[in-house]
């Protein structure tokens, strides 16, 4: 359910195509909700089914047509209420954090490299996350800007300091993932002796 709600709330901007949705959705909502273009599309088409998004064949080269989408006032009244209502929280699937319980499987040389291989992962995401938030300080965030042209100027520093807040979850989430990583290299050697003491290198 949360895609809808991610694709209603990109349409709360402007009207997109498909496309455009997809290009856009990859580069703001994408980083708090994965979905490929494969789920994108079937949802727009149950969207406007079931009267949340409005659609219309617009010209798209010389001979081909592509489907713009618009938000409707059921999507509107959709989003909204959604926004309003709490939050239900899906089970966790945490394939790293499952693995960790069982380490004692994995080799030494194993185990290192996973936790190496954790913060270099959350150390990209941790860079893209504060890049974020400088374009959102700096007026440098397409989406965002487009969102605050149709926002009344009194109310636009809610926009901008709720964009702010999400990103830097994301940020402490990243930094907390680093520590935790950098504790079990600490523990690897605690359990296993240092890296460099090993007479098989592992």
């Known amino acids: 359910m949360s895609l809808r709600y991610a694709l209603l709330a990109l349409l709360n901007v402007d009207a997109m195509t498909g496309y455009d949705l997809c290009k856009v959705f990859d580069s703001s909502v994408g980083h708090v909700w994965y979905a490929p273009d494969s789920q994108i599309y079937p949802q727009l088409r149950k969207m406007e ?65 996973q936790m190496r291989a954790h913060m270099a992962h959350h150390s990209f995401l ?51 993932e680093i520590a935790w990583a950098e504790r079990g290299l600490r523990l690897a050697d605690e359990l296993y002796g240092p890296e460099d003491s090993a007479p098989d290198g592992s």
């Open 49 to 113: 089914r079931e009267g949340l998004i409005d659609g219309e064949d617009v010209p798209w080269g010389k001979n081909a047509t592509k489907r713009r989408y618009h938000i409707t006032e059921a999507g509107v009244a959709d989003f909204t209420a959604w926004m309003n209502s709490p939050l239900e929280y899906a089970r966790v699937r945490d394939p790293a954090h499952l693995r960790a319980a069982y380490l004692e499987w994995a080799s030494p040389a194993a185990v290192r490299e």
């Open 126 to 176: 941790l860079e893209a996350w504060r890049t974020r938030v400088h374009e959102i300080e700096n007026g440098g965030s397409q989406m965002l800007n487009r969102r605050l042209e149709r926002t009344a100027p009194q109310d636009r520093h809610r926009t901008i300091a709720f964009k702010r807040f999400a990103y830097e979850g994301l940020i402490a989430r990243a930094e907390a």
